[in-house]
């Protein structure tokens, strides 16, 4: 595809429900970060992948948040036992690789969680 | 607690105008400073980004000042346009920590016509 892309747009669960968040990055971009942004604020670093391995996860808020990337290309964000404090955009973004390169995100997965 | 500070928090400006936000980092390892445009429903885009052995880049009506000393840099609309109008957010990103991007507030910016 010509961009990143996020799936689902929107995603309405119950509290206390399981929730994944897809996210396909642009062919041939080794480097995959998700970041989440509430209401009003900047996007918050949740973990950054390069290849198939979590380079970075620093992010992840508690142990309910988990994020896969098996093949080295789509990601996988999972939230067990979701809080109503979770809902918020969730956006994916891809680069060509580290350093520098320039990163492209997704338009993201709204997130409610009722 | 936020790594970088970015203010105003909103912005009128009239088309044609110059439009003006401010960031402010403490972190010294922050090697990498990149400007993005938000528009409702979407993900950022970069607009542009400054290392910090310059002081200033132009790229079209966009331009970053950089002010090492003071830990401050600055993002400059020339010209504005309805059409700019959106969210925009500085960001930071240490040299030990490629992937996390540190990201201000960010600034509504409405360009009236």
């Known amino acids: 595809g010509a961009g990143v892309s996020q799936t689902p747009s929107n995603k309405v669960t119950e509290k206390g429900k399981y929730v994944e968040l897809r996210c396909d990055p642009i062919?041939?971009?080794?480097?995959l970060y998700w970041y989440r942004q509430s209401l009003g604020q900047g996007p918050e670093f949740l973990i950054y992948?390069?290849?198939?391995?979590?380079?970075?996860d620093s992010g992840l808020p508690n142990d309910r948040f988990f994020a896969v990337r098996p093949e080295g290309s789509v990601s996988t964000l999972k939230i067990q036992r979701t809080e109503r404090g979770d809902s918020a955009v969730y956006l994916c973004?891809?680069?060509?690789?580290?350093?520098?390169?320039?990163?492209?995100f997704g338009q993201g997965t709204r997130l409610t969680v009722v | 607690q936020q790594q970088v500070k970015q203010s105003p928090q909103s912005l009128i400006v009239q088309k044609g105008g110059i439009s003006i936000i401010n960031c402010a980092y403490e972190n010294t390892a922050f090697d990498y400073f990149p400007w993005y445009q938000q528009f409702p429903g979407k993900g950022p885009a970069l607009l542009i980004a400054?290392?910090?052995?310059?002081s200033e880049k132009k790229e079209g009506r966009f331009t970053i000042s950089f002010n090492k000393s003071a830990k401050q840099f600055s993002l400059h609309i020339m010209d504005s346009q309805p059409g700019d109008s959106a969210t925009y957010f500085c960001a930071a990103r240490a040299s030990d920590s490629w992937g996390k991007l540190q990201f201000g507030a960010g600034t509504q910016v409405v360009v009236t016509p």
């Open positions: 973004a891809s680069s060509l690789s580290g350093g520098y390169t320039e990163a492209f």
């Open positions: 062919s041939g971009h080794t480097a």
């Open positions: 992948f390069q290849g198939t391995g979590a380079a970075d």
């Open positions: 400054i290392r910090p052995d310059v």
